[in-house]
Structures are given as structure tokens and as C-alpha cells.
């Protein structure tokens, strides 16, 4: 059994992004594994300072949701991001909580395996390398971890749209194979 962390950045709730995510969850447990689910918009997400107090502390300076999370996130083994394609890069709201899980740098982490779970408007799978990108960015920060699936939800163009298409199996089907 597996602790996977399926962080979901969709700012509307059953979003197609965070469809994908939940399919995702669902297929994981089906497999036996234990999931956390976490939808960014619930944790009062405050922006990074800079100001580097997490490098020699275990928690952030800022009070908001994130200090309740770091331990779960030091202990999984699977990260899962799902975001909404914006301007082809990943939602704000996701870059933000990625820069504040700075405090994982200074931590034993668990977690070798990430995935992506990305949607977009536009119907070329290049609309998916901004946030290929991003994610990649991240990981290279963490050694010996590697972005293990993406899943490019291309072509669905409003919210809902993502549950007429062949996508959500395939998370869920990533998902199982975790």
C-alpha cells in the first residue's frame, strides 16, 4: 500500500481538472492504496514571502492551511497535481501551493512518484508542455523524484465537458496502476 496525496487546484468544485483528480483517487484506492484528497481552494492558501523562515524551522511563518500539511506531504510516496490549463502554464493557484511547500526541501521525504492531471480549452496536446514544465521545474528540485504520468485533458471547453470524453477512465485507470 501506497500514501498518495491528490491535490486538486481547480477553483470551482467538480471542475474538469478536479474530475480527473477524483478519478484518479478512485482508482488508487481501488488498488489498495491509502489517498488524501486536497482541494487547494479549502486551505486559505496565503502567497510565499521569500522569506526563507521555513529552511531552518519545520513549518511556514504564514498561518493559513499549509503547516497542517507538510507532514502528510514529507510521508507519501505518490504526489498527484490536477490543474486547469491558464494561458498554457498551470493555474495560479497551484504554482502557489507548490511554492509553499518550500519546507519540504529541508525534509526526508518519501514521495519518488508525481503525476499531472491537466485540462485545457484547447484541443492540441501542446497546450499540456507549460505545465509539463512547471511540474517538472518542481520535481528537479527533489532528488531521486520523477514526474511519472501526465494525463493531457485537451479539448474540453467547459465544466463538465471532461465526463464526455475518454479521460476520466484514463485517470482512473493511472490511478490503479499506482
Known sequence: MKKV???TSSPRNGGNSE???QKFAE???AAGNEVQF???RDVNLKFCTGCMYCNSHDKCVLDDGMNALYKSFENADVLVFATPVYYYAVSGQLKTFLDRLNPLYIRKNKFKEVYL???SAE????AMDGPVKDIQGWIDCFEGVELKGVLRGVGVTEK???NGTAFPQKAYDMGKSV
Open 5 to 7: 496525496i491528490v491535490v
Open 19 to 21: 474530475t480527473l483528480a
Open 27 to 29: 482508482g488508487a484506492k
Open 38 to 40: 486536497i482541494a487547494v
Open 117 to 119: 492531471l491537466a485540462t
Open 123 to 126: 484541443d492540441d496536446d501542446c
Open 160 to 162: 463538465g465537458y471532461v
